[in-house]
């Protein structure tokens, strides 16, 4: 088991989110109109030569953060694969939906780009916000399979098939290791609209589960008791993990973006 600071390599992870996030607005920019235009778009990412120093998007290279490349030096990802495309449907309804995967043992960080807006102005800056919160929330994963956290197994409740049970749903949402993954998460959200954690949590709530129990045909009041469970967890997890800062605080902007 590796020891660590938190709190150091929280701003570390925060920088290491950034620069991802940076190559993929990037690559992502420059194929937009083939993506908007009804195309789907896989940007292959390759070991850029050194897996220690750097690592790709669509051949744009990454230069890990020195305090990053320090914690994972043993396990550090090699491969960031994204996935592009257009999309239509209520969990679209902002022009974009982002979603993620750490794969275990493979070095392997995936990101699910659908776009359902094909007006980039109108859409990059939600993009951004939740391309990090999603970077950030599978850059946990990695610390915790690092730090090993001995947390059980859930793999098979993040499938697909499993959101269209409400239970086996919640179950995923309140595993511990996706608590703590999607608290690391909504921090960064919360950081870069300069708000309260409590107010990014219940809108990270709102687009990510009630949107999506909705579209998935799920009763308003499933959906609704889902959010007020998972909801309390969270609130208690970020009291702990971050007890220098009131859910209801809003954070600040630093010397500098992260």
Same mark, same amino acid.
């Given at each position: ?18 620069? $991802? ?32 120093? &750097? ?9 890990? /953060? ?46 699910? $780009?659908?776009?359902?807006?094909? /007006? ?17 929330? !599978? ?5 915790? !399979? ?33 608590? /703590?993954?999607? +608290? ?30 909705? !579209? ?5 009041? &499933?959906? !609704? ?32 973006? +992260?």
């Amino acid at each position: 088991m590796v020891t660590f600071n938190y709190w150091l390599l929280n701003e570390a992870f925060d920088r290491e989110t950034t620069q $991802i996030s940076r190559a993929i607005v990037q690559a992502l920019t420059n194929n937009w109109n083939y993506v908007t235009q009804g195309h789907p778009l896989n940007m292959g990412a390759g070991d850029a030569g050194n897996a220690y120093i &750097n690592y790709e998007v669509d051949g744009i290279p990454i230069s890990m /953060d020195a305090e990053f490349s320090k914690f994972a030096k043993d396990n550090p990802i090699k491969n960031v694969f994204v996935t592009v495309r257009p999309h239509k449907g209520s969990i679209t309804q902002k022009g974009v939906h982002v979603a993620g995967s750490y794969r275990h043992g493979s070095n392997l960080l995936g990101v699910n $780009i659908k776009i359902g807006n094909p /007006d980039r102005n109108a859409v990059m800056n939600e993009l951004i916000v939740n391309l990090k919160n999603t970077i950030r929330h !599978e850059l946990e994963h990695l610390r915790q !399979e690092i730090s090993g956290n001995e947390y059980p197994p859930h793999v098979n409740l993040g499938q697909n098939q499993n959101y269209k049970d409400v239970q086996k749903y919640l179950q995923y949402l309140t595993h511990p290791a996706e608590i /703590d993954a999607n +608290v690391a998460g909504i921090v960064k959200r919360a950081k870069m609209r300069q708000v309260p954690f409590m107010q990014a949590l219940d809108q990270w709530l709102h687009d990510r589960v009630r949107l999506r129990m909705t !579209e998935l045909g799920h009763t308003p009041e &499933n959906a !609704e008791s889902v959010i007020r469970q998972t909801r309390q967890l969270y609130l208690n997890r970020f009291g702990q993990r971050y007890g220098g800062q009131q859910a209801g605080q809003r954070f600040v902007a630093t010397h500098k973006k +992260v």
